[in-house]
């Protein structure tokens, strides 16, 4: 009885210097960049963050989610693979998707470059990330996927 | 009526956009094709955007606002919003279009001050 309190209290609450983690694979849909942000956004909630600090992080993943929907899988099939995880008061959100990679990732984060063909973007999805979040890295490479792994501090 | 579509006003030479609730990707698959087919069959000279009922805007409003601008910019039309909240004028200043649009208030603002330029 005394171990199983211990257990529910103790160890099933996790340790404090360890990071939790969350995973989410969803499909390449349009649809689905409002829930991966709001499914980060409640997972983010636990650092206590303030409302411009939760509204800057649903937009930031919302950028990512939808680079993979219109560029990475060109609005086709895919799945996108989300991990969010916290450490202290550290937010890590990575988007990943297996599409067609970016060729010159320098260039893709120049504010205002597109590839778009429909001329409604504005080429400003990597700018965004960059002003709403700490830290933002881009690994890809063509052929196999993209992976865009952010940071923010909460709570400042 | 739902929080997730566009819908639109016209009044006189005016054109008023109410924007959906969350101005993302998705919500905004259609506002491209329904704008241009307003355009082709009124005359209009001016854009108001409402961003009164928006709560969540990502770079997808930043295109929407750009495009429209330079649309009216080509008939030297002009492009005003109005009912922005703080994080969203913020989102809009990042996004650099702060500067090419005229930011009011209240919808009557936003529609009155066309006829002055």
Known sequence: ?156 | MNDTAFLYEARGRVLVIHLPKELDHHNSRSLRYETDLLLEENYISRIVFDFSKTVFMDSTGIGILLNRYKQMQRSGGTVAIYGARAQIARLLSIGGVMKLVDRYDTKEAAIAEGGKK
């Not at chain 1, 996790?14 to 991966?36: K, Q």
């Not at chain 1, 303030?50 to 930031?60: P, Q, R, S």
């Not at chain 1, 993979?68 to 998707?97: F, M, N, Q």
């Open chain 1, 1 to 156: 009885m005394g171990q199983d309190r211990e257990m529910r209290t103790g160890k099933c609450g996790g340790a404090d210097s360890m990071a939790e983690t969350m995973r989410l694979e969803i499909e390449s849909h349009s649809r689905n960049e409002e829930f991966a942000r709001v499914v980060v956004a409640v997972f983010a909630s636990r650092l206590d963050p303030t409302l411009e600090e939760i509204d800057d992080v649903k937009t930031a993943v919302s950028e990512a989610v939808t680079n993979a929907v219109i560029h990475g899988y060109r609005c086709g099939p895919g799945t996108i693979y989300i991990e969010a995880s916290v450490r202290g008061k550290e937010l890590t959100v990575s988007v990943r998707d297996e599409g067609v990679g970016i060729p010159d990732i320098a260039k893709a984060r120049e504010p205002m470059y597109t590839t778009d063909c429909t001329g409604e973007r504005s080429g400003m999805g990597f700018a965004f990330m960059e002003a709403l979040m700490d830290q933002v890295q881009v690994r890809s490479l063509v052929g196999e996927g993209t992976e865009v792994t952010m940071k923010k501090l909460i709570g400042r």
